[in-house]
């Protein structure tokens, strides 16, 4: 598949929109978990989301390696979403993550999971989003956050210890 994104990299850096949108559709529930992860709002997320794909757009041609797609934009997504926390004179987390396309069967169990992951601190959330449930390596998360790699292995530990804390809590809770 990464060399199907590379290719539509490609494609997008000559002009091709097309092949642009096809990236945006690829990411685009990636870039909801991230933007939810940090902003905890649906409306934030989405102005945010909007940005990066007008920054995409416009800044892709400057985009030196196509292999590098997906974290160049999570990182500019990121960026989006501080710039917009900036703005913001109150900041009023909701337990609010994207949906995922679980089957109906395991919808009370993901739920559990996106209130467990609600809870956690914004670092640890942010980390363990980028981590499993976007895929990307800890080295490249250390890239888009600005930090070392040691220091996302620790809020890997971290937040997996928390989030294990609190779902098992929720877990007891509903039986």
Request: glycine share 6%; charged share 30%; net charge neutral.
């Amino acid at each position: 598949m990464a060399q199907g994104i590379e290719k539509l990299v490609r494609k997008a850096k000559k002009g091709d929109r097309d092949a642009f949108i096809a990236l945006i559709e690829e990411q685009k529930l990636a870039m909801s978990r991230v933007a939810l992860a940090i902003l905890h709002n649906e409306e934030d997320a989405a102005d945010a989301i909007g940005e990066t794909v007008l920054t995409a757009y416009a800044q892709l041609p400057n985009l030196r390696e196509p292999r590098y797609f997906k974290t160049w934009l999570t990182r500019v997504l990121i960026h989006n979403c501080y710039d917009l926390l900036r703005g913001h004179s109150h900041f009023m987390p909701l337990d609010v993550l994207p949906e995922t396309q679980a089957p109906a069967e395991d919808y009370d169990q993901s739920m559990d999971v996106r209130r467990s992951l609600a809870q956690l601190a914004e670092n640890d959330r942010l980390v363990l989003t980028l981590h499993y449930m976007d895929g990307f390596k800890i080295r490249e998360i250390a890239g888009m956050l600005g930090m070392k790699e040691g220091t996302v292995k620790t809020r890997l530990m971290r937040g997996r210890n928390r989030f294990k804390k609190i779902y098992l809590g929720q877990e007891g809770d509903c039986t």
